[in-house]
């Protein structure tokens, strides 16, 4: 009976991690903002909820973390955010106006709901599509609008000359569209995760709208646009980035990619080529793509041997298909 009664007992400290990590967890944040002279109402209340929503992932973050420990499941640091982010589900709980010393003032009460039970097929979708590696260029675009319009409200107060406070109120509503633009570059990555393709489009084509050198967001969006079968648009948009920025390394492996899917064979060596010469430490699982694409564009024009190593790259950067492949051509 001992016996049987302390099985029962290791069992159930073996099951207390699944139990806990497979329901919802709720975090509750708040966020507030004072808005100062050329800000406007709508931009001030969405930063005091970007700063609620910045505490719930920093929170869900430390859950992700708990959870891939406890299911012996490798994440790495800087995906765990973003992923944080992705399993959130945001709602208002409360939001009020004050104001102070001739300051209005935003407060925002929320609560995100994370949701386990997406993050194992969203982990794998941050590794594929860059995920990562873009949402930390939004975290620090956003850090940086911060310190930026904190700063322009500074000088708007320190001065009375009128010409002066226009200029600078000009440059307040450019930090504001910024800060929108990052708002629904956000919201698209959120998108991403869900595979909800045809939003994600509208929600990065929003943020292209108020700021058209985001070149994340036309990353984004051209792999959308290939997914989604839009060639020429997902072409247009590679385009721009290397218009640009003439050193895109991810959007020439991307526009590579589409060329090689689209039978431009040439095409695809000539961009693939170029992005592993300008950025070859792209993380693994991108450089495997486009090792593969790499290799199929070889083996399409007859060039096997070229086609053989890059496919032998692809396999060690560890796509086992490619691998497995290797076997039956030899």
Known sequence: MKIKLFSLFIIFILLIPAVCFSETTEIITEGIYNMGDGETPIVAEGRALEQAKRSAVEQAGTYVKSYSKVKNFQIAEDEVQVLASGIMEVSVLDKKRTVAEDAIKFWVKIKAVVDPDKLTIMAEMVRNQDLAEDYRAMKDAYEKSQKEIEELKKQLAATKDESNRKQIVAKITD???????????????????????????????????????????????????????????????????????????????????????????????????????????????????????????????GDRSNAMMSFQKACEYGHEHTCNRMRTMR
């Open 175 to 301: 930090q504001e569209k910024t800060f929108t633009s990052a708002q629904w570059f956000g919201k698209g990555m959120r998108l991403v995760m869900e595979k909800r393709s045809d939003e994600a489009i509208k929600a990065f084509s929003k943020a292209i709208a108020d700021n058209p050198y985001y070149l994340e967001a036309y990353g984004q969006r051209a792999m959308l646009y290939a997914n989604t079968l839009q060639i020429d648009r997902s072409i247009a948009d590679f385009n721009t980035i290397i218009k640009i920025k003439p050193d895109a390394a991810r959007a020439y492996a991307g526009r590579g990619v589409v060329y090689s899917r689209t039978g431009q064979y040439k095409k695809a060596v000539a961009d693939l080529t170029k992005a592993l010469e300008l950025h070859p430490n792209i993380p693994a699982a991108r450089l495997a793509m486009v090792y593969v694409s790499l290799g199929k564009s070889y083996l399409a024009l």
